[in-house]
């Protein structure tokens, strides 16, 4: 009895169809990494986003009625200064000061939108000089829209939200809003707001 072995075709054949197969899986592969890869990539910023709204409620929520000294000694600048257009700067309390440093407790802070990069900086000082530079970091990278509302104290004159800080027609340097709103939007991400109730 003879015994038969594989043809050429039917080996070409079936490499063919490996071959196919391979491509199909390889594909798929590569498709699964890219699509990982982009998950990874959005849980990332949406972790980044998180983080900054994170800090930006516990600075609001400790917004103290300080102000400070102008740049060249003589004015006063408001504890709360909000020119809009994404601006703003105040003085915050608790401070931590794990190194027992000797400074106060209260914090001059500023928020600033630059060319789509949102900004957090402070100065180690709350009446500061020319010459004190401020420090801070990005605190994200891409942002369309960053916006901070306030809203007066409900025995005001204009108890309605607005985006400038003191009220118009009102310039006590040491009033607070009684709450402030942020939203934030965020290319692939989408809007974040948040409300905060100002602990006076």
Do not use: C
């Amino acid at each position: 009895m003879s015994k038969r072995g594989f043809t050429l075709i039917e080996l070409l054949v079936a490499l063919a169809v490996f071959a196919v197969m391979a491509t199909l899986a390889f594909g798929g592969l590569g498709e699964a990494v890219r699509q990982s890869e982009r998950l990874d990539g959005q849980q990332q910023r949406w972790h980044g986003v998180q983080r900054a709204v994170r800090l930006m409620e516990n600075d609001f929520a400790q917004l103290r009625g300080r102000p400070v000294r102008g740049i060249l000694g003589q004015d006063h600048e408001p504890a709360l200064q909000a020119i809009g257009a994404g601006e703003l700067s105040f003085t915050r309390g608790g401070w931590l000061n794990p190194g027992l440093l000797p400074r106060a407790e209260l914090q001059r802070v500023r928020y600033r939108l630059i060319d789509g990069r949102l900004l957090r900086e402070y100065w180690p000082v709350l009446d500061r000089i020319g010459a004190t530079q401020a420090a801070g970091e990005v605190l994200l990278a891409e942002v369309e829209t960053f916006r901070v509302e306030f809203l007066p104290e409900s025995g005001a004159a204009q108890a309605a939200w607005t985006d400038f800080w003191p009220p118009p027609g009102e310039f006590a340097v040491a009033t607070l809003p009684a709450g402030v709103r942020i939203t934030v939007v965020v290319p692939g991400i989408g809007t974040v707001a948040r409300l905060i109730e100002v602990g006076h």
